[in-house]
């Protein structure tokens, strides 16, 4: 039974690379702007809750928002988390509107023990994801005349991590998580006459391999019997990434062969930054029992460089609201152990449209189940959430603001086994 369980293991965690080339995926406008769509970091279980995470502490979940949680494991206990995602969105923008959907593998992470007071996390999740196609008709020097603009972009960075926790005391914890961010943007502009004849093709690329830092602590305040309080803190640097930047031009004929010489440009100077990122969070718990809390974060987008200078990206908020309750984790009757979870959250875009110092209001809702499995230990997480993404104007210039609503399922299972347990009898 232990070598299965080795091999699941392994074979699980190998896919890694697999994951790496299947997720980020988007459709929408929004994400030719910065480095993209952020991505959701939020477990399964945690969506269902609003994407809480910062004073979050539990032995039965794994919780990746906040590197201090990590030393919450049992000393025993070998955990996994891996999660699949499925949306639909909604697009609309004056009287044009459109459906498209898509799923992919979102991440996996693995918690375990070192000793009885330093806990250890590994996994891979998605950063950003750069996904659009749309275009529009206007007058253009570059071709003397009309023609027909057409915006292309995929894409995205990702980010392997490792994270360390220690346990100081039995209320404060510290933790610290290194990551590996790494992928490329590609942003593809066309322009095709409308009189015919060649057309312009110009694709930038942004590629980075950066290492990122993040540290955390969770402090437990005692506030009864079975009842405690938990305050976490987040923080992560701002970080110059090691990037090269590339841009071409070339022609393209009716035939969609290349003519004459392309102009290639390709550099490794060019200053583009990841943002000081602060974070604090709180929770109240009645131990199996309730747990309700609240996120925020900022990050100083407007103060990190972008194409080699700041002021391009906007500042952003992020507050996060949730919880969950368990009628009876001890009763033998399957709908009393269900843990029953609701959240809500807020966002301001980080993203600056062409300039005009614009972008859009994130407003999200949702509800999230934690299935029981036959060992009361590990659990299949549901997480539903609406999400309306509201644009701070109806155009600018030639742009028209895009009103996005999505529906999304993340479906996850947590895998938790005494791996470290020696049983007398086998």
Request: avoid cysteine; proline fraction near 4%.
């Amino acid at each position: 039974m232990r070598k299965i369980k080795s091999l699941l293991f392994i074979v699980l965690f190998a896919g890694i690379p697999v994951v790496l080339y299947a997720q980020n995926s988007t459709e929408s406008p929004y994400s030719r702007y910065g480095y993209g769509k952020l991505s959701d970091r939020a477990l399964g279980a945690q969506r269902g809750m609003g994407g809480i995470g910062y004073g979050l502490r539990n032995s039965q979940t794994i919780n990746t928002l906040n590197p201090a949680a990590f030393s919450s494991v049992d000393s025993m206990t070998f955990m996994m988390d891996f999660g699949v995602m499925a949306q639909s969105a909604w697009y609309e923008e004056k009287q044009s509107k459109s459906r498209k959907s898509h799923a992919n593998l979102e991440y996996v992470a693995l918690q375990f023990p070192l000793s009885q007071t330093l806990g250890m996390g590994l996994g891979f999740e998605p950063f950003s994801s750069v996904g659009y196609n749309y275009g529009r008709v206007d007058s253009l020097k570059q071709v003397g005349g009309w023609a027909q603009e057409i915006y292309k972009g995929t894409g995205g960075f990702s980010k392997v991590y490792t994270s360390l926790s220690y346990k100081i005391s039995p209320r404060l914890s510290a933790g610290i998580n290194v990551g590996y961010l790494f992928g490329n943007i590609i942003n593809n502009r066309q322009m095709i006459p409308l009189s015919g004849g060649d057309y312009s093709v110009r694709p930038d690329t942004l590629q980075t391999s950066s290492f990122v830092y993040e540290a955390g602590v969770q402090y437990v305040l005692p506030a009864g019997k079975n009842k405690y309080w938990v305050f976490g803190a987040v923080f992560s640097p701002p970080i110059k990434l090691n990037n090269t930047f590339s841009k071409s031009e070339f022609n393209v004929n009716q035939s969609g062969l290349i003519q004459g010489n392309s102009n290639y440009y390709s550099t490794k100077d060019s200053v583009f930054e990841l943002p000081a990122t602060y974070g604090l969070g709180v929770t109240f718990n009645e131990k199996d029992k309730f747990t309700a809390g609240i996120d925020v974060q900022y990050q100083a987008w407007a103060s990190a460089k972008y194409y080699d200078k700041t002021g391009d990206l906007s500042n952003r908020l992020k507050i996060n609201l949730g919880g969950e309750y368990i009628p009876d984790s001890r009763s033998n009757h399957f709908l009393k152990r269900i843990r029953y979870r609701a959240g809500l959250n807020y966002s301001n875009s980080y993203i600056n449209v062409s300039g005009s110092g614009k972008g859009y209001k994130e407003y999200s809702a949702g509800l999230g189940l934690g299935i029981p499995m036959l060992d009361r230990r590990s659990f299949v997480n549901l997480a539903f959430d609406y999400t309306l993404l509201n644009p701070d104007a109806k155009s600018y210039g030639v742009f028209d603001f895009v009103n996005e609503r999505y529906f999304r399922l993340t479906v996850s299972y947590t895998f938790n086994e005494l791996w470290f347990f020696k049983r007398k009898v086998q």
